[in-house]
């Protein structure tokens, strides 16, 4: 298991320096020093090892989150600490990963949708709510609708046809979006400390 764990660690890295669809099961031997004799012996294709690493990674992903949820003070600490994590986990991402997954590897796609429309839609609902009780967001907000239109804009981020990454950086289209999510969604009390986490004084 330890040699198979190497693997899904190399690709992932390969993956996600240089993309999906251009790292081939040789650049995965040779990045390992390994031959492709016992490559194959543990993946059968590199299909496999997509697969493998998409689950690998959302796993570790979900726990992550459900550790930063856990300890956070407020539904804003929650949505800032998220944001830093993010960061640090995109900021050397290729931009065309989630099209190679979605174009060229179905199973690995179908793996990323299913964390995607049920555990962060989840998180993000649960995080609604737990402002609204915490009177950061207004009490009248449609959970439901809110809910699906941030994860809208999550996956919309990456969307290169939108925002060419010649152009354009996911981090900082993520974070403005999140920020105009926010400001929408905030009460007073909510807006003030929004505030403060970003390290602005605006005059009332």
């Given amino acids: 298991m330890e040699i198979k764990h190497r693997i899904l660690q190399s690709a992932e890295a390969l993956f996600m320096r240089n993309g999906i669809k251009s790292v ?3 650049d995965i031997a040779q990045h390992l020093a390994m031959s492709k004799k016992t490559l194959y012996k543990w993946f059968e294709n590199k299909d496999q090892i997509v697969l493998a690493v998409a689950e690998h990674h959302l796993q570790m992903e979900e726990a992550e989150c459900c550790r930063m949820f856990e300890q956070a003070e407020n539904a804003l600490d929650e949505l800032f600490q998220m944001m830093t994590w993010a960061k640090r986990q995109f900021q050397d991402v290729h931009p065309g990963i989630f099209y190679d997954l979605k ?3 179905p199973a690995a796609w ?4 299913k964390h995607k429309n049920f555990f962060i839609l989840e998180k993000i609902s649960d995080n609604l709510r737990r402002g609204m ?3 950061l ?3 009248d907000l449609n959970v439901e609708v809110l ?3 941030h994860l809208a804009e999550i996956e919309l981020a990456f969307n290169a046809d939108l925002f060419p990454a010649r152009q354009y950086n996911p981090n900082t289209i993520h974070f403005i979006f999140l920020e105009h999510f926010l400001l929408g969604v905030a009460t007073l009390k909510g807006h003030k400390l929004i505030n403060q986490y970003r390290h602005v004084t605006e005059e009332e």
Avoid: H, I, N, T
């Fill in 147 to 149: 809910s699906r239109l």
């Fill in 137 to 139: 967001y207004r009490a």
């Fill in 133 to 135: 009780a915490e009177g």
């Fill in 110 to 113: 179908a793996v990323w949708e």
């Fill in 103 to 105: 174009k060229y590897y």
């Fill in 24 to 26: 081939s099961m040789d």
